[in-house]
């Protein structure tokens, strides 16, 4: 490639006076400026914009750090992180963590090392012991459960109210052996622990003596995991005329599971998922779920993050935003 002292020495002017023309300034002669430009096209010159914009301390990207695109939930979420970056005209550079503490680490450092403006990054990996490691001189919007109160800005989605929500939609349409499909609880708060205590609070609200029997643990929220918890419930006899999945992948594999073995959605079954992924609105039957606002979490996300970028408030407190959840009724849920 073509360099400014290339085009310089064609030209027979100094690198300056090339600098000059490059950012148009005033005072350039115009018989100078048409040598120099007559130079850049027979070099083929291009303007080294990443050189510049790193010179002047922007990138104009930002960073998505997430656990896994394999998941329709992050693919999704990122098509809105990138629409509203967009707004912004600001690009978005996207990286899977695949779940490890080691990995979000190295989301962290690759904006230490100025490849970004800003970071959002999933917490997944690192828990709430790790929260000092935020504290960085970048900006960075943490998601998900893991860290609240942190360093930095965090968005969050309603995991408890979402799945309380959703599991008093079953008792409502009459439901009173409801399972519940989640992933392993660990120590520190995630979405399974969340979304399992909401739908413990609304089995207690309903009256109804929880069965730990109806709790079905799968190792990840994939198609797959909810087809086997649904086997393994089935094998083992539990009867049950209520489910509730941690997701909707897991509920749309659930579907699958309860039609193999001749069980009625919503007749002998009702279903419910969390996460209203586009895929719900198009399986048979159609997938009641929860809401949680993941376009209104992609635009806080964007827009605290554009905050501190800009500089507005940089003493200002870290911020917490949780979204709202809803219930989508849908006929996984209909009425008898």
């Known amino acids: 490639m073509a360099t400014i002292q290339d085009v310089a020495k064609a030209a027979g002017v100094s690198p300056m006076t090339v600098s000059n023309v490059l950012n148009d300034h005033p005072h350039v002669k115009s018989s100078t400026r048409a040598k120099v430009v007559k130079a850049m096209e027979e070099l083929d010159y291009r303007v080294n914009h990443a050189a510049r914009n790193l010179r002047a301390g922007r990138t104009f990207t930002i960073g998505l750090a997430v656990a896994e695109f394999d998941r329709p939930y992050w693919g999704q979420f990122a ?15 996207v990286e899977q963590t695949g779940r490890s503490r080691e990995n979000e680490i190295n989301a962290l450092a690759l904006s230490r090392n100025r490849m970004y403006d800003g970071l959002i990054l999933s917490t997944v990996g690192l828990s709430a012991g790790d929260a000092n490691m935020l504290r960085v001189d970048y900006p960075v919007v943490i998601l ?7 360093p930095v800005d965090h968005v969050a989605m ?11 939609h079953l ?27 909401g739908y413990q609070q609304a089995l207690a609200a309903a009256g109804i003596n929880g069965d730990p029997s109806l709790h079905v643990t799968i190792n990840e929220f994939t198609l797959k995991g909810g087809h086997e918890a649904v086997d393994r419930l089935i094998e083992s006899g539990i009867g049950f005329d209520g489910l509730f999945c941690a997701t909707d ?10 039609h193999e073995a001749k ?26 779920t929860v809401d949680p606002d993941s376009a209104e979490m992609a635009r806080m ?3 605290l993050l554009v905050r501190r970028i800009a500089g507005e408030a940089p ?5 917490e935003f949780v979204s709202s959840a809803r219930v989508i009724a849908r006929e996984s849920t209909a009425a008898n």
């Open 79 to 93: 098509t809105r992180i990138i629409e509203e970056a967009a707004a912004y005209n600001l690009r978005v550079l």
């Open 144 to 150: 998900g459960e893991r860290i609240f109160s942190g």
């Open 158 to 168: 309603d995991n408890v109210e979402g799945a309380k929500a959703a599991t008093a």
């Open 171 to 197: 008792t409502e349409r009459g439901c009173r052996r409801i399972a519940a499909v989640m992933g392993p609880m660990g120590t520190d708060p995630d979405a399974s622990s969340l979304r399992y205590t």
């Open 249 to 258: 992948t897991v509920a749309l594999g659930a579907l699958r599971a309860l």
């Open 263 to 288: 069980l009625r959605v919503p007749d002998d079954v009702k279903v419910i998922g969390f996460d209203n992924l586009v895929e719900g609105q198009y399986s048979m039957p159609t997938l009641s």
């Open 301 to 303: 996300a964007v827009k």
């Open 315 to 319: 003493s200002r407190e870290p911020a």
